[in-house]
């Protein structure tokens, strides 16, 4: 009963995760209408597929193709800083259009969404944020300052979204003044913002895609730009791509594998529960022969034996409920979610039951129908009952499933563990540790050479520069590139940074020819430095000093050429990329690098403290990119744990079914193990005698686990370009463990066995 409980309770608390997963964006009543629009377009025979879309596309989708109800702009999402009565906090949020409102369908506490933007500084916020500034939600027509500058009116506070949503804010504001600081936003050659859309109830969306292909190309010529819409059904289950611009599964086989193997851990579990079952069940021959003999029918007897089974399999159920609620935090904290269960919820009492219900009758079923069929007189007179070889192999072979299943998955998480370390310890192209970065706010930029020099002289920081994205994330990039010798008809797309001098010092980079940008921005002026990847497509072999000219004629001197580093494929190899030197409004982080001797809590209270002091008004945020660089693995780790996780529930539930086995096989030769010591067998031979069979179980198990666990593990790593090889150390290893881990198990009843009374175990009853 324990070891079912577990099961149960571990396959529920994923199936929870799973739930949770399939039900995303629910809260959207009319998410099957709602689409976001793709960017796919296709550079050197490789399609690349954005959420990038022209801001103009929007109004034009919505008046010239068929279909389309309603469309709304947003832009990426934004750090802000706002302000009340000393209380200064950044929150997360987006601009967008008004018409957002409606087809989200949010959920306003206070105020109306059809006027929200009625007027151009205003904003929108969640009950959480309303609650933080003003500690109510009865906040419409009070104001908020906005990087210490503007005053904003609150026109309306929602809901807080739940956390099975796609899209995450704490505020809302007009697009329009978004619009108003980012001309190039009336360009249809510029994709800088998300546009969603939602269709007419019986739309046909293959001709609205069909119309939008080549949409773009009829308002800008020579754009490359395939537009279509994409349901909200797929934002987070697929929403992933290969080469071709082929859609291919994101977290749904994340989905698929977690509940592969909460199906695995329930079967170990009933596999367990049928077996000591069906074991405990061979003590009653007497029992049944008694009740025959006073006239007990055959139904009378199948009927008691499938009840008690299902009574054992419903305490299971109770005491596996009773887990579920008392791990459910901490399995909440392991997954970052916030599950909850109901043991009232229609669905999920049904699924309690119909588990119930299928242990039960299956392990009831053997002692139900074959010991009901023996015949009373032979049972108690002693004779030897008919052959139940049968049932002995069956056995037998759920001990060796179960292993199987075990140390396949003791392989797999090891296999697993090792490819993430492989990822993290790769070398990046430059130095992780001791970077630490900045939002850009307030007057950063314009005091950046204060700021720099200030930071200098506390000796905590080594350098420090500016550059528009983080250094693991960089998302812009561009085709509009040409230079002496370019195939016409060849099309690269390039990754486009913008930096300050010093940022490839601070970095840690190296440069492979050339030199570095010139301390005097002035004396950068059309000077570029580009990566390995470019150098190699550009393919000049004078290419320090060769011209790579931008589509607006812009001509750009490569003056350097920086070894590749990773960015946001931390799987593959350097990108092309070309970093420009510029101080403009195009760079949005600071990176420091900090001093090998810096002591980490002086070091931060010391940085902080100069930008208050050149940046006044503005709290400090920072991050350490090593840590931003593990959250990109967020998904794998969580698979790796959760795999160790059950490896481990696995081998432990097998190992109750191995002990209760054990137990029963000892107490079954208890007279042979009393003949056989009397006779001078030792208390070795007598262990070794009791726990051969089983060791060989589980040594068979280990052989058929490898090439399952081989095989599973070797597709799994083919979508990764930067991997392991398997080790054949990997294989011994969870062989040597499952079979130590077995021995033990089967060594405590032996040895129990063979140090009992031998008089005991001989006396007659």
């Not at 730009?225 to 071709?244: C, E, F, G, T």
Request: charged share 20%.
């Amino acid at each position: 009963m324990g070891g079912l409980a577990i099961g149960i309770a571990c396959a529920a608390l994923i199936f929870l995760w799973v739930e949770d997963e399939l039900t995303f964006n629910q809260y959207f009543s009319n998410r099957d209408n709602l689409y976001k629009v793709k960017d796919r377009q296709t550079y050197n025979g490789t399609t690349f597929t954005f959420d990038a879309t022209p801001a103009l596309l929007a109004q034009g989708m919505k008046s010239e193709i068929p279909g389309i109800k309603n469309t709304a702009r947003s832009s990426w999402s934004n750090r802000i800083l706002f302000s009340l009565n000393g209380k200064e906090i950044y929150e997360e949020g987006v601009y967008v259009d008004s018409s957002f409102f409606s087809m989200f369908h949010l959920d306003f506490i206070k105020g109306d969404p059809a006027h929200a933007f009625d007027q151009i500084y205003s904003v929108v916020v969640t009950e959480k944020m309303a609650m933080k500034f003003f500690e109510s939600t009865d906040v419409v027509g009070k104001t908020l300052t906005i990087n210490n500058k503007k005053s904003y009116v609150v026109t309306g506070v929602i809901k807080d979204l739940p956390k099975n949503v796609s899209l995450r804010f704490d505020w809302l504001s007009s697009f329009k003044i978004f619009e108003g600081e980012n001309t190039w936003l009336k360009e249809w050659g510029n994709n800088g913002v998300t546009t969603y859309a939602e269709t007419e109830a019986n739309a046909d969306i293959s001709n609205i895609n069909k119309k939008l292909y080549g949409y773009v190309g009829t308002k800008s010529q020579g754009a490359t730009a395939k537009m279509s819409i994409y349901p909200m059904s797929r934002w987070r289950l697929y929403d992933r791509y290969d080469d071709n611009g082929k859609e291919i599964q994101g977290s749904m086989r994340y989905v698929q594998l977690f509940s592969l193997i909460a199906w695995i851990i329930l079967i170990i579990a009933c596999i367990n529960f049928m077996n000591l079952a069906t074991a405990r069940s061979e003590k009653r021959a007497k029992e049944v022969g008694v009740r025959k003999v006073l006239g007990v029918s055959r139904t009378n007897l199948i009927t008691q034996f499938i009840g008690e089974s299902l009574i054992m399999s419903f305490i299971s159920t109770f005491l596996a409920i009773g887990l579920i609620y008392l791990l459910l935090p901490a399995f909440n904290m392991l997954v970052h979610k916030e599950l909850t269960v109901s043991v009232f919820n229609p669905f999920h009492f049904g699924a309690m039951i119909t588990i119930s219900l299928i242990c039960g009758l299956i392990a009831g079923s053997y002692p139900a129908f074959y010991l009901s069929s023996f015949n009373p007189i032979g049972v108690l007179k002693g004779l030897k009952q008919k052959s139940n070889s049968g049932v002995d192999f069956i056995r037998k072979g759920l001990v060796v499933l179960q292993f199987v299943i075990s140390v396949t998955f003791i392989i797999c998480t090891i296999i697993i563990y090792q490819q993430i370390q492989h990822i993290k310890d790769r070398s990046l192209g430059y130095n992780k540790e001791g970077l630490v970065y900045l939002n850009v706010t307030g007057n950063m930029k314009t005091n950046f050479g204060v700021i720099k020099n200030d930071l200098q002289q506390t000796g905590v920081v080594k350098n420090a520069a500016l550059s528009n994205q983080m250094v693991l994330q960089i998302s812009s990039n561009s085709g509009n590139f040409s230079w002496e010798g370019k195939d016409a008809g060849k099309e690269v797309l390039i990754t486009v940074e913008a930096v300050t001098p010093g940022y490839i010092s601070t970095m840690d980079m190296q440069i492979k020819e050339g030199h570095d940008f010139y301390p005097d921005m002035k004396a950068n002026t059309g000077n570029v430095i580009i990566n390995e990847a470019l150098a190699k497509i550009v393919n000049n072999k004078n290419i320090i000093g060769s011209v790579i000219s931008r589509g607006d004629g812009t001509k750009n001197t490569v003056v350097g050429v920086v070894k590749d580093f990773i960015y946001n494929d931390m799987y593959s190899t350097g990108a092309p990329l070309i970093l420009f030197c510029d101080t403009s409004s195009w760079t949005n982080y600071m990176t420091l690098r900090l001093t090998d001797q810096a002591n980490l809590s002086t070091t931060l209270a010391q940085i902080e403290n100069v930008i208050k002091k050149d940046n006044p008004g503005y709290p400090v945020e920072y991050k350490f990119v090593d840590d931003t660089f593990s959250k990109i693995f967020t998904t794998e780790t969580l698979i790796g744990k959760l795999a160790g996780i059950f490896a481990l529930l696995a081998i432990a539930i097998s190992c109750m079914g191995l002990f209760g086995l054990s137990a029963y096989t000892a107490e079954k030769r208890t007279k042979e193990i009393g003949i056989r010591k009397v006779l001078g067998s030792s208390i070795l031979g007598l262990v070794g005698l009791l726990s051969k069979d089983f060791i060989k179980l589980v040594a068979i198990s280990c052989l058929i686990a490898f090439p399952i666990a081989w095989w599973t593990m070797k597709n799994g790593l083919e979508e990764y370009a930067y991997r392991i090889d398997i080790s054949w150390m990997v294989f011994v290893a969870a062989g040597i463990l499952a079979l130590t881990i077995a021995m033990i198990t089967v060594s405590f009843q032996a040895i129990k066995a063979a140090i009992s009374n031998p008089v005991k175990s001989i006396r007659t009853e």
